[in-house]
């Protein structure tokens, strides 16, 4: 029994310092890339990933019991709220960018159109 409970400290202790880094390659993304919704897309991704690396690792460390339940619930929410709110920032941000050219080629109506019949 005590050898289950260190095999289960240790997977779980491997599960969060996934995630601590993923949040650091996460922060060292969002201060390395330059514009706005690259950084959302890098952000929220990381987010996504890192903070179910660890709570997988505190339900691991935690066993089976209604702590952990709730630990999910938490993540399921989180996997739910982050990108609907992502989206919407990121929306907000396309909406009232001024200098959009300055970043990526806008198409016109035409131009989409070819693109899409070349497809």
Known sequence: ???LNL???IAGCIFITLGIIGFLLEVLGVYRLHYTLD???FAGSGDTLAFAEIILGAV???GINFTSAKLVLVLIFFWFASP???HLISRLINYT???KEAHFHVCDEE???ELIDTK
């Open 1 to 3: 029994m005590e050898t």
């Open 97 to 99: 960018e001024e200098d």
């Open 39 to 41: 950084r959302m897309h």
């Open 111 to 113: 131009e989409s159109k």
């Open 60 to 62: 691991i460390i935690n």
């Open 84 to 86: 609907v709110s992502s």
């Open 7 to 9: 095999i289960r400290l």
